[in-house]
């Protein structure tokens, strides 16, 4: 009953995923959610994340953004990414994947999307018809109200971890 919120695969953060081992995996595409996945809801990129794309495209892996946020917010983030975007893009909506699919010119069963919401990134992704990466999300260490839906999707993770069936992806 829960299927369609579980993931292919839950890791702590988009650094504890070995992208050489995706590609040997046959993993030739990932679309990543931006705001709490890459960096904390708003951040321009990191000089970390700027080096994690350069060693995933190093990897042959192609990446795509795929945010619900502005074209300002995107375009600002990118700014020394070499990768394509799509932004509004109204996950866990499909038009938005389809969009992404079309910029990274893979097909869905070699193709990833990792992103921090079970509701919009992994939904979204389930419902497209491709394997989700699940990331704990960014947040800053002073106390910040989570949210209702944040709670529930604690919960989801919870039903998640037990009810574990073999890994659909090898990441670590
Ligand atoms: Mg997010």
């Known amino acids: ?89 109204k996950k866990p909506a499909c038009e938005g994947y389809e969009r992404a699919f079309e910029l990274l010119g893979t097909e869905k069963d070699n193709t990833i999307a990792v992103g921090d919401r079970i509701f919009i990134d992994i939904v979204g992704a389930n419902s497209f018809g491709i394997r989700s990466v699940l990331v704990d999300y960014i947040r800053l260490k002073r106390f910040e109200w989570c949210g209702f839906k944040r709670i529930l999707e604690k919960m989801i993770l919870i039903i998640f971890h037990i009810s574990r069936k073999p890994a659909k992806i090898d990441l670590g």
């Open 1 to 89: 009953m829960f299927e369609s919120y579980f993931p292919a695969a839950h890791v702590k953060s988009v650094f504890n995923i070995d992208y050489a081992k995706l590609y040997s995996l046959g993993i030739r595409g990932i679309i990543f959610d931006i705001d709490n996945t890459l960096v904390h809801h708003g951040d321009d990129a990191t000089e970390e994340i700027e080096e994690l794309f350069k060693k995933i495209h190093a990897a042959n892996i192609k990446t795509v953004l795929l945010s619900d946020n502005s074209e300002e917010r995107v375009k600002r983030f990118v700014r020394n990414i070499d990768t394509p975007y799509v932004y509004s893009a």
